[in-house]
T-cell receptor
Framework: AQSVTQPDIHITVSEGASLELRCNYS??????LFWYVQSPGQGLQLLLK??????LVQGIKGFEAEFKRSQSSFNLRKPSVHWSDAAEYFC???????????FGTGTRLKVLA | ETGVTQTPRHLVMGMTNKKSLKCEQH?????MYWYKQSAKKPLELMFV???????ENNSVPSRFSPECPNSSHLFLHLHTLQPEDSALYLC???????????FGPGTRLTVL
């Protein structure tokens, strides 16, 4: 069955530290992969996406993610976290040929000043 | 207005009320979506419309009734809801299945 796992429910980092949020997926074909961010009381904003090609993708706000087919992973990274990055982050896989996205349960990021 | 807008942003209703949620997209997209977001659960896709035709209906109870009068507007009609239906309801749109979805800010629904 198709699924997305975000193993870390909560992560706390200090401002200026590096960040890596994990995402593992289970999907039979080449996936369309997404990372979204949600601030409190807001909808989801797209950070970046992977459809094909270069496995290291750049997104907005200084985020990047790397698609590793052998590990079924699409981890999100940022070299230096800002206090404004505190939010909830969702990984999603798009099911090819349909309108369906499968979302992970999210990782809530807290940033210490 | 730009992007995807939703009204109202907050709604409190009793179990016997009838209310509607409205979504409007200003992006020229062809597909629109309703999601339910509950605490500690993944986003649940409820309905998808493509070119005003319903293409996905994920076993949603009949007390939720969607309507898509044109490609820019999407409604979710609510009646005789249960307290467990309290959640954030998100609307989204996309150009087609192969492009990213753009989300509205959501309607926070509380059922008393």
């Amino acid at each position: 069955a198709q699924s997305v796992t975000q193993p870390d429910i909560h992560i706390t980092v200090s401002e200026g530290a590096s960040l890596e949020l994990r995402c593992n997926y289970s999907y039979g074909a080449t996936p369309y992969l997404f990372w979204y961010v949600q601030s409190p009381g807001q909808g989801l904003q797209l950070l970046l996406k992977y459809f094909s090609g270069d496995t290291l993708v750049q997104g907005i706000k200084g985020f990047e993610a790397e698609f590793k087919r052998s590990q079924s992973s699409f981890n999100l990274r940022k070299p230096s976290v800002h206090w404004s990055d505190a939010a909830e982050y969702f990984c999603a896989v798009g099911v090819s040929g349909t309108y369906k996205y499968i979302f992970g349960t999210g990782t809530r990021l807290k940033v210490l000043a | 207005e730009t992007g995807v807008t939703q009204t109202p942003r907050h709604l409190v209703m009793g179990m016997t009320n009838k209310k509607s949620l409205k979504c409007e997209q200003h992006l020229g997209h062809n597909a629109m979506y309703w999601y339910k977001q509950s605490a500690k659960k993944p986003l649940e896709l409820m309905f998808v419309y493509s070119l005003e035709e319903r293409v996905e209906n994920n076993s949603v109870p009949s007390r939720f009734s969607p309507e898509c009068p044109n490609s820019s507007h999407l409604f979710l009609h609510l009646h005789t809801l249960q307290p467990e239906d309290s959640a954030l309801y998100l609307c989204a749109s996309s150009q087609d299945p192969y492009n990213e979805q753009f989300f509205g800010p959501g309607t926070r629904l509380t059922v008393l």
